[in-house]
């Protein structure tokens, strides 16, 4: 729009002498500097608004490797209770078919008590050996296979937090804080 | 352009006449007829007039307020600076809002995430601190712009008062915005100022207890910092910025005396899109001018308040290093008074000048009381800014 502006109509503070001088070239500097103009406009105040969304964007700060235990002190089959800073109890089980003396990660199991399906927490019913989401009547088998209702539908297991062993550490990744 | 737009009306016109007197008729139009392209457009362009009646040529006549040639110089564009800067203020405040926890526990917590973890945080805390130092320093510049050519004098007394209403929320927004930071000086900073309220006489207790929700600084004190720094003062400004634009609408800008402009030039030119192009490379500039400085010297963070311990070294930000050393320079009472005294003259200044006019028979004495004003402000700064105690 002012790109056209500058061209058609020359401001009146020019003086009638220089509107006869070299009208092309006059025209083709208004052109030139009002792209010029705008190309500065979206380019100073789109990264600056790129940048507002980036800030506005969770930084995802808040989740944190912690240590769990010694991995290869933990016997095959054998489970241990974790409680993170922010007061989340997860189980972590060494899988009963992993005899290796140092396993990795893969070996071990951590149940995450976050439903697949909407995000409600489930807990363990011990006397019907399952894991049950009061949300929508989820239900998970010990090892987190989805049994029936909603998630078994849709075939999601419980998600596992994400496990690491580091020279013969282990270590899950969990939010170290909470609300 | 204009061809178009006209055409777009006469349309417009023709279609919402059918639309009255036969709404089956413009059905018929827009349905049962084979619709080119451009009929197209301009069926949207009659929808939009229809519903926003607005003419070109009334929209020409609300932006093309005709401005006096001397507004070409940059020098006075200094009024338009302090709004792009609000701007940049409200964007950036509703920012850090987002991750801000006004309480005592929380605040300088949130604070150092804002500055530490979030992405591109430091920025933005850095961009709203420099923002509000320029805007200050804008505010000043224009005030003394205003002065010094005499566009105060009548008939716009009014919107002095207005500009320094303007001023005095601005400086609010100052206080009340490195209050909220919860480092030494904000805590410091929002104790003493209770304490300048309370040397007022009669009002300044009750006017101490308002602003710190009590005796002295407690858990109930920063929720009020808050609501001052990022509800009531900006709407307040936004009102006042309001009236003040108004009030130049209705008087028109200032025609500047002593300008020696050819005969044959027009004294006026456009304020859209003409000016409006100088604001829009002034803005530009000013981002640039801000993410350097955010960048070079970003907003750092104090140690946290601690309501045991002052400081050795504490000081107000630089825009009170004149009323702080006044106050060192006399006891509060006195300083109080004398300040307040200062800025009531400063609000009817308009008359005071009349009434000099009067006296000394000479137009330029404000103008030598304003020069004498602006280096005793300069020097108390300087002075408070070169020494320790």
């Known amino acids: 729009m002012s790109l056209e502006m500058e061209s058609n109509q020359p401001t009146n503070s020019q003086s009638r002498a220089d509107q006869r001088d070299e009208p092309d070239r006059r025209k083709a500097l208004a052109a030139g500097s009002s792209l010029l103009m705008a190309a500065g406009l979206v380019g100073g105040y789109g990264t600056f608004f790129a940048l507002a969304g980036r800030y506005l964007f969770p930084s995802g700060a808040g989740r944190a490797w912690l240590f769990v235990a010694d991995a290869g002190g933990v016997q095959p089959g054998q489970s241990i209770d974790f409680e993170s800073p922010a007061g989340v109890r997860v189980t972590i089980t060494r899988k009963s078919d992993s005899t290796e003396a140092s396993p990795s990660a893969e070996d071990f199991l951590a149940l995450s008590s976050v439903c697949p399906h909407l995000g409600c927490r489930v807990h363990w019913e011990g006397h019907n050996d399952r894991f049950f989401c009061p949300c929508h009547n989820g239900v998970f088998d010990p090892d987190g296979k989805a049994v029936s209702g909603p998630p078994a539908a849709d075939g999601q297991d419980l998600p596992r937090y994400p496990l690491q062993v580091v020279d013969g550490t282990l270590y899950i990744e969990m939010p170290y804080s909470s609300v | ?389």
């Open chain 2, 1 to 389: 352009m204009h061809g178009a737009y006209s055409r777009g009306i006469a349309e417009s016109q023709v279609l919402s006449g059918i639309w009255r007197n036969n709404k089956y008729l413009l059905w018929d139009v827009l349905e049962h007829r084979e619709i080119q392209g451009t009929q197209r457009v301009s069926r949207l362009v009659a929808w939009w007039n229809e519903r926003v009646p607005i003419s070109g040529d009334q929209l020409r006549e609300l932006t093309n307020e005709p401005v006096p040639n001397h507004m070409k110089k940059w020098w006075f564009a200094l009024g338009g600076t302090p709004a792009y800067l609000f701007v940049v203020q409200i964007l950036t405040g509703i920012m850090l809002a987002i991750y801000y926890q006004p309480a005592s526990t929380t605040a300088y917590e949130s604070v150092r995430y804002i500055t530490e973890d979030v992405t591109y945080g430091w920025y933005f805390r850095s961009v709203h601190k420099w923002a509000a130092t320029l805007m200050i320093a804008a505010v000043v510049l224009h005030q003394m712009r205003v002065y010094f050519t005499g566009a105060y004098r009548c008939p716009r007394e009014l919107n002095w008062v207005i500009g320094m209403s303007l001023l005095m929320v601005t400086l609010g927004l100052g206080f009340t915005g490195y209050s909220l930071v919860f480092e030494q000086l904000s805590y410091w900073g929002a104790t003493v100022g209770g304490n300048i309220m309370d040397a007022v006489p009669v009002v300044g207790g009750p006017l101490k207890q308002m602003l710190l929700a009590g005796d002295q600084y407690n858990e109930q004190t920063l929720p009020r910092f808050y609501i001052l720094h990022a509800a009531i003062l900006p709407v307040t400004l936004i009102l006042l910025i309001g009236v003040h634009i108004a009030f130049i609408r209705l008087h028109g800008v200032t025609e500047l005396e002593g300008e020696v402009e050819p005969e044959d030039k027009t004294k006026h030119f456009n304020f859209f899109p003409d000016h409006i192009l100088t604001e829009l490379a002034l803005g530009l500039t000013l981002m640039i001018l801000l993410s350097a400085l955010a960048t070079i010297f970003p907003a750092m963070l104090g140690p946290r308040a601690d309501p045991l311990t002052t400081p050795e070294e504490i000081k107000p930000e630089w825009f009170f290093y004149a009323t702080f050393r006044w106050l060192k320079l006399f006891g509060p009472t006195f300083a109080v008074l004398s300040m307040g005294f200062i800025v009531f003259l400063m609000f009817v200044w308009p008359w005071v000048d009349q009434l000099l006019v009067r006296i000394t028979r000479n137009k330029e004495t404000s103008t030598y009381i304003g020069i004498v004003a602006v280096f005793l402000i300069i020097g108390l700064t300087v002075w408070e800014a070169a020494v320790a105690h």
